[in-house]
């Protein structure tokens, strides 16, 4: 079931995952794509879930959507585009730099870059039509941003950011209008781009603007990113491994539920659940079910404070995760 997520990832789509977790329903699965359902039967209907911000537990489920990495399209290949193609690598977005002059935009100087188009921007982002994609325009002048405007406005986005002068955007919005474009489409425009630290060199503004990109992917409802090195793991390893998915949190852990992570049989774990003892304690059970004939389990870690001050770390927190022996 995890390899035909991961296939169905690796094409760049998104499936609704439903994980038993229940006394009558744990260890069983099933996705849902396309309008088709598979895997194991439900007792109520997986449509419902199709819009709702997620991830949830219903009915002893934990429903998630889940989604590959997201893809960043740098538009211009300047100095500011340079120093965000290396940040976005680090925070896990996948890029793209479109810029016609191949002296600025090539491997040498976005040796992260997923991809490097060396193509005018209107004829490039005609081909660019990624699922959960976010823009950023850095191009040398008001013509191109308007140019690059016009086509990302018409197509599905999750952000868009423009870098400029108040007198260039207030410029470039004016067209935008007089072509016909609707001021609430327009205002979906991050411009000033990036949050408000004070950026001045190329490298500062880029974090400003990698700030804005995980401001953007966090409090959105697009789903649990599932990462590529935990992608490559499913398609790569042999099983037994165990998949410990983290369901939910309180106090101080640094992730999110739906975060995972793969324990395999030698001991290697792929990716995180938050770290810390909640998930040493996770790998030492997954490790005990691979010697075992236990497929599932789920518990909960509690770490008081003074737990947590014992064993060396700042605050404590609880966890509840599921392991499942694939």
């Given at each position: 079931m995890y390899t035909q997520i991961a296939k169905i990832l690796k094409r760049n789509q998104s499936v609704l995952l439903f994980t038993g977790i229940g006394p009558d329903s744990k260890g069983k699965l099933s996705y849902y794509e396309n309008g088709v359902l598979r895997g194991d039967p439900l007792p109520f209907s997986p449509?419902?879930?199709?819009?709702?911000?997620?991830?949830?537990?219903?009915?002893?489920?934990?429903?998630?959507?889940?989604?590959?990495?997201?893809f960043l399209i740098i538009l211009g290949g300047g100095h500011v585009a340079?120093?965000?193609?290396?940040?976005?690598?680090?925070?896990?977005?996948?890029?793209?730099?479109?810029d016609e002059r191949d002296e600025f935009a090539n491997k040498e100087r976005f040796p992260e870059a997923l991809s490097i188009i060396n193509k005018p921007f209107n004829e490039a982002l005609l081909s660019l039509d990624f699922p959960n994609s976010y823009y950023v325009i850095v191009t040398r002048g008001h013509q191109d941003d308007r140019q690059c405007l016009e086509s990302i406005l018409k197509k599905d986005f999750t952000y868009c950011g423009m870098i400029g002068s108040r007198k260039k955007v207030k410029l470039v919005f004016e067209k935008l209008l007089e072509a016909g474009f609707s001021s609430e489409l327009i205002s979906r425009v991050h411009s000033p781009i990036g949050?408000?630290?004070?950026?001045n060199t190329?490298?500062?503004?880029a974090i400003s603007i990698a700030a804005e990109l995980i401001s953007v992917k966090n409090n959105g409802a697009q789903g649990t990113v599932w990462d590529d090195s935990l992608i490559h793991a499913i398609l790569s390893s042999e099983s037994p491994y165990a998949m410990v998915t983290l369901i939910s949190k309180k106090g101080s852990s640094p992730r999110s539920p739906g975060a995972r992570m793969i324990v395999l049989r030698d001991g290697t774990v792929v990716s995180s659940i938050g770290g810390g003892y909640g998930e040493?304690?996770?790998?030492?059970?997954?490790?005990?079910?691979?010697?075992?004939?236990?497929?599932?389990?789920?518990?909960?870690c509690h770490m008081t404070n003074d737990d947590a001050a014992r064993k060396g770390m700042i605050c404590g927190g609880t966890v509840d995760v599921i392991i499942q022996i694939v």
């Open positions: 449509e419902q879930f199709a819009e709702c911000n997620l991830p949830v537990v219903y009915e002893d489920y934990f429903i998630e959507r889940i989604v590959s990495a997201p340079v120093q965000l193609a290396k940040v976005a690598n680090i925070i896990g977005f996948k890029t793209v730099v479109v949050l408000d630290i004070g950026a190329p490298e500062e503004i040493y304690e996770a790998c030492m059970h997954a490790q005990a079910m691979m010697k075992s004939d236990e497929k599932f389990q789920r518990y909960t």
